[in-house]
């Protein structure tokens, strides 16, 4: 790419991404379930959500896997990684 190395944007809302994922839905299902496009959903998600979207947004996966009979997400605990939570036993992340 002309020479510069890209720098990676940080990964944001990883709390949300590990709930859709843990739960083994897809974004395009929750983003449904929000009444919003899966487009819309992904921006959203670029960009650290505000407390009460982010609750919209936990409530709406678990309302999909319970409806959906699919494991409920853990409440993930906080200031710990996506990569951090994906190393431990036994975890589906």
Not at 63 to 92: D, H, I, M, N, Y
């Amino acid at each position: 790419m002309n020479g510069t190395t890209q720098k990676k944007r940080p990964v944001r809302n990883q709390d949300v991404r590990a709930a859709i994922e843990g739960a083994g839905l897809r974004y395009w299902w929750v983003a449904e379930e929000l009444g919003m496009a899966c487009g819309t959903l992904s921006n959203h998600l670029r960009k650290e959500l505000p407390p009460e979207e982010r609750e919209a947004v936990l409530t709406a996966v678990r309302r999909l896997a319970e409806r959906l009979g699919a494991p409920a997400p853990e409440s993930p605990s906080p200031g710990l990684t996506l990569e951090a939570r994906a190393s431990f036993p036994g975890r589906g992340w």
